[in-house]
């Protein structure tokens, strides 16, 4: 469990607090508890205004809270960076993070902009020696890493189709007010950057490159209310595609953030020339899978035979959760910067993400090739 962990601790910079930021503590505070190593310096953690970060920094079990992310960022004591800011400030923090000499690990969406992304990944190639690594945590759900392990073994022969929806209903209420979160300037997309981009990840793991898409997108809600009066929504609440992959499948795509009574529906299904395999986030300790011959589908539950499992826990029938995956995630960040291997999705594989998203933001119903030149070239 402790091989390519960090036998020196690191210095650590926490930027902001919220769901996302509490969530990165709480990975940085258990990554060495759990898979051994050496525990990391809890350095300095930002928020405005600073007495919110000092507040916070002592909850968080951090040295020092501060107002100041640039003189974070550049800290000789600081080796890694966590950006949990809003999507707006990504670029900027990141790009001076790796300008600072320090290691990245930046929630998703990667930025605003197709040319933000692009600018983070030409400077994140231009520092080899520096670790980036993007928030997609549902890459570390053991049930997933099962199902990556079935179709790459050919377990369910040659996948032909996808099909994924992303569902929640935190906007359906027209009474929700108005935030950054729908503007272009704030936000950049919508449910597209929110959502879909983790179910793109996963899509991408399970099937390969994708050649080409086709989207509509809809704006539910176009107005919400705010203490000026009602201000437009720019960004979609909704989205779906048709996909047609590099290897010859085909897939379906939807994504809502309008989705009455979803909470969490991260569901996808392949089928494949020999079988097919359900996934459900909301119930993501299971994994149902049909084999060629076999009547219909076998439930299987996550469990200490999954290594990553049974480092939190021996026992069977004890659940996973959310949180447990950001402390693999953070696991995978932490070997690769000791020379394991390396973490993904860096920057360079985040731009393929950022690509399909913006594509079917602008697709309109036309079909969108996302060349595989774009691919060897990110």
């Given at each position: 469990?402790?091989e390519?962990?960090?036998?020196?601790p690191l210095?650590v910079?926490?930027i902001?607090t919220?769901?996302?930021?509490?969530?990165?503590?709480m990975a940085w505070?258990?990554?060495?508890?759990?898979f051994?190593?050496?525990h990391?310096?809890?350095?300095?953690l930002c928020?405005t205004?600073a007495?919110k970060?000092?507040d916070?920094?002592a909850?968080?079990?951090f040295?020092r809270?501060?107002?100041?992310?640039?003189a974070?960022?550049?800290?000789?004591?600081?080796d890694?960076v966590?950006?949990?800011?809003?999507?707006?400030m990504?670029?900027p923090?990141a790009?001076a993070?790796?300008?600072a000499g320090?290691?990245v690990?930046?929630?998703?969406?990667m930025?605003?902009t197709l040319?933000?992304?692009?600018s983070m990944?030409d400077?994140?190639a231009?520092h080899p020696?520096q670790?980036t690594?993007?928030?997609y945590n549902y890459l570390?759900s053991p049930?997933?890493?099962?199902?990556?392990?079935l179709?790459?073994?050919?377990?369910i022969?040659r996948?032909?189709?996808?099909?994924g929806?992303?569902d929640?209903?935190y906007s359906?209420?027209p009474?929700l007010?108005?935030?950054w979160?729908m503007t272009h300037?704030g936000?950049?997309?919508?449910?597209?950057g929110d959502l879909?981009?983790?179910?793109?990840s996963?899509m991408?793991?399970?099937?390969?490159?994708v050649?080409e898409?086709t989207a509509m997108?809809q704006?539910?809600?176009?107005?919400?209310?705010?203490?000026?009066?009602?201000?437009?929504?720019?960004n979609?609440?909704?989205?779906m595609?048709l996909?047609r992959f590099?290897s010859?499948?085909?897939?379906?795509f939807?994504?809502?953030?309008?989705?009455r009574?979803?909470k969490c529906?991260?569901q996808w299904?392949?089928?494949g020339?020999e079988?097919?395999i359900v996934?459900?986030?909301?119930n993501?300790?299971?994994?149902?899978?049909?084999?060629?011959?076999?009547a219909g589908?076998?439930r299987?539950?996550?469990g200490?035979?999954?290594p990553?499992f049974?480092?939190?826990?021996?026992?069977?029938?004890?659940?996973?959760?959310?949180?447990?995956?950001?402390v693999i995630?953070?696991?995978d960040?932490v070997?690769?910067?000791?020379?394991g291997p390396?973490?993904?999705?860096?920057?360079v594989?985040?731009?393929?993400?950022?690509?399909i998203?913006?594509a079917?933001?602008?697709?309109?119903?036309q079909p969108?090739?996302i060349e595989?030149?774009a691919y060897?070239?990110?």
């Amino acid at each position: 469990m402790t091989e390519n962990m960090p036998t020196k601790p690191l210095g650590v910079a926490l930027i902001g607090t919220g769901f996302m930021g509490k969530c990165h503590a709480m990975a940085w505070r258990n990554v060495a508890t759990v898979f051994g190593g050496a525990h990391p310096r809890l350095e300095v953690l930002c928020d405005t205004p600073a007495d919110k970060a000092g507040d916070f920094a002592a909850q968080f079990g951090f040295a020092r809270g501060s107002e100041d992310w640039q003189a974070a960022v550049a800290d000789p004591a600081v080796d890694v960076v966590s950006i949990t800011t809003p999507n707006g400030m990504h670029r900027p923090m990141a790009e001076a993070a790796l300008n600072a000499g320090k290691h990245v690990w930046l929630e998703k969406p990667m930025a605003l902009t197709l040319a933000d992304a692009q600018s983070m990944a030409d400077l994140a190639a231009a520092h080899p020696a520096q670790v980036t690594l993007l928030g997609y945590n549902y890459l570390r759900s053991p049930a997933f890493q099962a199902a990556q392990r079935l179709v790459t073994g050919g377990a369910i022969g040659r996948p032909l189709a996808f099909r994924g929806v992303y569902d929640e209903d935190y906007s359906a209420d027209p009474n929700l007010p108005w935030s950054w979160r729908m503007t272009h300037a704030g936000g950049g997309l919508g449910v597209l950057g929110d959502l879909g981009c983790h179910l793109i990840s996963q899509m991408l793991a399970l099937m390969g490159p994708v050649d080409e898409v086709t989207a509509m997108t809809q704006i539910a809600v176009p107005n919400r209310p705010s203490p000026e009066g009602p201000r437009a929504v720019e960004n979609e609440d909704s989205a779906m595609a048709l996909i047609r992959f590099s290897s010859g499948a085909h897939g379906s795509f939807a994504t809502s953030r309008v989705a009455r009574g979803r909470k969490c529906r991260l569901q996808w299904e392949i089928h494949g020339t020999e079988g097919s395999i359900v996934f459900d986030q909301e119930n993501m300790n299971e994994l149902w899978v049909h084999q060629m011959g076999e009547a219909g589908f076998t439930r299987h539950l996550t469990g200490p035979e999954q290594p990553d499992f049974a480092a939190f826990c021996p026992a069977p029938g004890h659940n996973f959760g959310f949180n447990e995956q950001k402390v693999i995630e953070c696991r995978d960040l932490v070997r690769a910067i000791s020379g394991g291997p390396a973490a993904a999705p860096d920057f360079v594989a985040g731009l393929r993400i950022e690509r399909i998203i913006h594509a079917m933001a602008v697709s309109n119903g036309q079909p969108i090739r996302i060349e595989e030149a774009a691919y060897e070239n990110a």
